[in-house]
């Protein structure tokens, strides 16, 4: 257990998003993604009719159709701090001890209450299909993660993301390097 782990657990920013998660749950970003299909019944989404008529050439049947419909995803940068700040609470909670604890004392008890809630809201359908990767400043700006302005409860979150660490802020490593590889000049 280390010192740090206790002042992030018994912060007041770590109160605030998990008291805004009830919010930020309703206001998650989603992204869009097209998946293909192949379908000889019901057709969702757009006709890819390149496709289609290669499928009915290969298989003989004028019956078969490939769509590409749109699909909500949770994976954005956002949503990748949220899961972040939520599984950093629940490891330090269980490095602490006093997860499990019976302790009635106020600072167990603390520990006990925020460990639950991050448990509960980790077990959102929403947010068990965000993969869980490590947030980096540079990935954040590639793609387009919010400013604390810009969205209503993601103040809480923001904050408390600032109280851990990330592969941005270790030495040795560039700040405000472009999302695109630098060519290399012939």
Not at 29 to 51: I, K, M
């Amino acid at each position: 257990m280390r010192i740090g782990e206790l002042q992030f657990l018994l912060s007041d920013e770590a109160g605030d998003l998990l008291a805004a998660m009830p919010r930020l749950m309703r206001r998650l970003s989603t992204s869009s993604a097209s998946e293909e299909q192949w379908t000889a019944e019901r057709l969702h989404g757009p006709v890819q009719w390149n496709r289609t008529l290669s499928l009915r050439a290969a298989t003989g049947s004028p019956h078969h159709y490939v769509t590409t419909p749109a699909v909500r995803v949770y994976q954005t940068a956002e949503n990748e701090l949220l899961v972040h700040v939520l599984d950093a609470v629940g490891t330090a909670a269980n490095s602490t001890g006093w997860a499990q604890s019976t302790s009635r004392q106020r600072p167990a008890q603390l520990i006990r209450e925020r460990h639950t809630e991050a448990l509960r809201w980790q077990q959102s359908r929403m947010l068990m299909a965000v993969e869980r990767v490590r947030p980096t400043a540079r990935r954040a700006a590639c793609q387009g993660a919010p400013t604390i302005g810009s969205r209503g409860g993601l103040r809480p979150l923001l904050l408390t993301a600032r109280l851990l660490r990330t592969d941005s802020h270790r030495p040795g490593r560039k700040h405000g390097s472009s999302c695109q590889p630098k060519s290399k000049l012939s």
